[in-house]
């Protein structure tokens, strides 16, 4: 795959990932238990930690993306609520997905290629099953 397809994947899996960010204006949101959990918290938690870990293996792999998956971590964790415990929740998965991979790679190479390749499929599929729970 050449390096420009690749882009358009990349910002096409952005724009996928981009439309979690409407889950916290959504009546699902709102509903929940008392200590906050909502139904889709698997599926978030998860795409959480997706973020952490593509967000250290494209910058690896020298994506020059800056930190378009930070942000996003940002977006999502602002659109999911003010609870503390939540947050730190979200966080946490976002962080340890970064760390994880940052012991595990220390250079690109292809099993790190191959990693990105298939958090960006799982991340656009948690994102249309999110988006989808949303509306």
């Known amino acids: 795959m050449g390096r420009s397809m690749r882009q358009r994947r990349a910002l096409t899996i952005l724009a996928v990932f ?8 959504s009546p699902l949101a709102a509903q929940g238990s008392a200590s906050d959990g909502k139904p889709y918290d698997v599926k978030l938690l998860r795409l959480a930690e997706i973020l952490g870990a593509v967000h250290y293996l494209r910058e690896l792999c ?4 800056g930190q378009i998956w930070r942000n996003r971590m940002e977006q999502l964790i602002e659109s999911e609520g003010a609870a503390p415990q939540r947050r730190a929740r979200l966080s946490t998965r976002f ?3 970064y760390r994880s991979y940052s012991r595990t790679y220390q250079t690109c190479t292809p099993s790190a290629q191959t990693a990105i390749s298939r958090f960006l499929v799982e991340g656009a599929k948690l994102s249309d099953e999110l988006a989808a729970t949303s509306q």
């Open 18 to 25: 981009s439309l979690v960010a409407t889950i916290g204006a």
């Open 62 to 65: 020298g994506a020059n993306e």
């Open 95 to 97: 962080n340890n997905g």
